[in-house]
Every structure is written in C-alpha cells, then in structure tokens.
C-alpha cells in the first residue's frame, strides 16, 4: 500500500513525564483492552507535540499501545479533534452544523477567514491562527459557536470574532485547562 507523503517534520518526544501520564491512563483500562485507552493517549500525546499527529507519532502511539499502526490512523483520521498537519497556537473550530448554519455560522467562518487571510484549513504565516469547520460541538442552544482547545465562544458576532481575534494577539485566551 503506497502512502501519501507530507513535507511536515515532526520531532517526537516521549519524555517520562508523558509516558508517566500515559501509563497512568492505562490503569483506568482493562490491561488486556489497551485499545480502549486510544482516544486519551492520542490527546495527551497530541497536546505535548504542538497539537498535531504526524503519521510517525502515530506508529509510535500504536507501538506505545500494542496496537497494529492501521488501528491508530483509522481513529486519527475519522475524528475531526485529531490534526494531521501542523496547526496554528489558536485553532478555531467553528461547529458547521445545522443550528450553527441557520444562525450564520457558514459567514463567521468567510468573516474570520478574510480578516487572518487564509482559508478553512490553513494556517496564518505566523503560526497564530488556523480554522476549520467540524461537525457538532453540542452546544445548539448557544449557535453559533466554535471552540478554541478546550473553550467554547457563543453566541458569536463579527464583533466577537475580532474582539476574540485581539485577545489570542494579546495571550488572553487559555486554551487548555492544564
């Protein structure tokens, strides 16, 4: 099977103190089911390697979990929390689904797009600020909406995406809870 090839490069760093907490998640799991630890091992691992899953990482998580590489890339690819590429410090994920659409999401996605200057699933130049549409954040009630690592922005406007704009420049917006 010939795989695709990316010119990213990505250092690889298991230090101790994530093996640590990798082993630590594996104690909430039956030791003979370390599959079921996948989705918690590929955030944390994710999270300690600038948010992103090079398909090396990848083989490293399935060889870390005892796993076939396929197991781990089928996972990565289906869910839109795992990055395939580099991705900005504030990634903006706008929830692209019906009750976001109808409250105009789709235009805060072009009006955001068009203020950093690059498209759905690009990167700025700096590194600052990437976007993308995903499926449902389930979070109706508060359309539209997009989340920033851990965070959800309601209720947004045009006003709020550069007042949210402003405030990644100024390092006022946490992006993990850690």
């Given at each position: 099977?010939e795989?695709k ?7 690889i760093?298991f ?9 630590e998640l ?6 003979d ?8 091992v590929l ?101 539209p ?34």
């Amino acid at each position: 099977m010939e795989t695709k090839s990316t010119n990213y490069k990505q250092t690889i760093n298991f230090t101790p103190e994530l093996i640590t907490r990798l082993n630590e998640l594996l104690t909430h799991y039956p030791a003979d089911k370390k599959k079921s630890a996948l989705l918690p091992v590929l955030h944390e691992v994710q999270d300690a390697h600038d948010n992103w899953l090079s398909v090396e990482l990848q083989e490293k998580v399935a060889e870390f979990l005892e796993l076939k590489p396929i197991e781990v890339f089928e996972v990565v690819t289906f869910y839109t929390m795992y990055n395939q590429k580099p991705v900005g410090k504030y990634m903006f994920e706008f929830c692209s689904t019906s009750c976001c659409m109808l409250r105009g999401s789709d235009d805060l996605i072009d009006y955001t797009c068009v203020k950093l200057g690059i498209q759905p699933g690009q990167t700025t130049p700096d590194g600052m600020f990437s976007v993308a549409a995903v499926q449902c954040l389930g979070a109706c009630g508060y359309a539209p909406m997009m989340q920033i690592g851990d965070y959800y922005h309601e209720h947004l406007t045009p006003q709020k995406i550069d007042q949210i704009i402003e405030d990644c420049k100024a390092g006022k917006i946490i992006i993990h809870d850690k």
